[in-house]
């Protein structure tokens, strides 16, 4: 019994120190791992914001954007459909389908120009509208359009995406830049016609996109844009690409 019991106290003896040592240990564990977890925390914040680019509230030269009309809700669009009437060149619509591809357009300086990638867009500077898909530019000139006999909007210009001064349009905005949540207005420099909508819709093969046009009066709300979908380019991101991608 005595042995019994004297190993029953040594056992329990045993147990308090191991209990002892286990929280000698976790007081150990968590005096390491704690700041190493706020240091992690702390490095991985660090980075964020030190990646997170600067300025990218703004719309700049270089970017891929869609722009929507206020008025409408449809996306500017364009697409390998030539018009039937008027210059026959690729029409330009608008499509209320959201992740349609073909509604990406990537802002470039004005004919003959050039400008830096990343560089904030001025309002009042001067910009053409590239297509992707097709590598054509927003385009208008004086020739009516198929719908309404209004002013035609087309996509034009070669396969490096090159055209003439029919591409060229001045960006309308009430900041110093164009800001990626302002409401826009394009202006046609040639013509002085405003980039809008007239909501009438085309039949088949482009069935219920609606008709883009120039239109006179700025005062309509069919001339109001705003930015939507896009990727936006950041300088850092231009420097760093600089050998690789030194012109539009």
Known sequence: MRQLKGKTKETNKQK??????????????????????????????AYVYVKTPKGTNYVTCGSVLK????????????????????????????TNVKEDGNS?????????????RGKPIRCGDTIRLEHIATKKNLHSH??????????EVSAYGDHKGEGDSGDN????????????DDTIMLKHIDTD????????????????QVEVVGEYSPSSPHTQWSVMEGLFIHPNDFRAQHNQHTEL
């Open 104 to 116: 990406y357009w990537i802002v470039k300086a004005e004919s003959g120009k050039q400008c830096i």
């Open 193 to 208: 016609k405003y980039l809008a909508v007239t909501g009438r819709t085309y039949s088949s093969p482009i069935s219920g």
């Open 16 to 45: 308090k120190e191991r209990k002892k040592e286990f929280m000698e240990n976790k007081q150990r564990v968590f005096t390491v791992v704690l700041p190493t977890v706020a240091a992690i925390f702390v490095i991985i914040a």
């Open 169 to 180: 349009w001045m960006l309308i905005c009430q900041n110093d830049f164009w800001e990626r």
């Open 67 to 94: 722009l929507m009309n206020v008025d409408y809700n449809v996306r500017l669009h364009s697409h390998e459909v030539k018009y039937g009437s008027g210059s026959g060149q690729q029409s330009v619509t608008g």
């Open 142 to 151: 004086l020739v009516s359009s198929p719908l309404t006999g209004k002013q």
